[in-house]
């Protein structure tokens, strides 16, 4: 099971970290990614990250999303810069052993992190 933690209100311009925990499996195993979903709108990838550690990221998040690791600790972590106010959502970390059509998506998934930025 995932757990995703971290969000909370915001500011516009100050930054989060949230981080991903799992019970039971090893994270360290999977590879991870992390979603999210603002009102109204479609879940949408973020960015992902394999079990050693290389990274992609969706064309928006580049520059101001961070994913990153640490399996010693097994743990996933997404940081976010300069927050805004479109970058209110639900962040929702998904990881497995493998991508699984036809969604491009990972096995297990965690209950999101509300993060909501005010202007």
């Known amino acids: 099971q995932l757990q995703a933690s971290g969000g909370g209100l915001v500011q516009a311009g100050e930054s989060l970290q949230l981080a991903c925990s799992a019970s039971?499996?090893?994270?360290?195993?999977?590879?991870v990614a992390w979603y999210r979903q603002a009102p109204g709108n479609q879940r949408e990838l973020v960015a992902r990250?394999?079990?050693?550690?290389?990274?992609t990221y969706t064309d928006w998040a580049k520059g101001r999303f961070t994913i990153s690791r640490d399996n010693a600790k097994n743990m996933g972590y997404l940081q976010i810069m300069n927050l805004q106010p479109e970058d209110t959502a639900v962040y929702y970390c998904n990881a497995g052993p493998r991508l699984r059509p036809p969604r491009n998506e990972y096995e297990y998934w965690g209950q999101g992190t509300q993060v909501t930025v005010s202007s």
């Open positions: 039971k499996a090893l994270l360290s195993r999977f590879g």
């Open positions: 990250i394999n079990n050693v550690g290389s990274a």
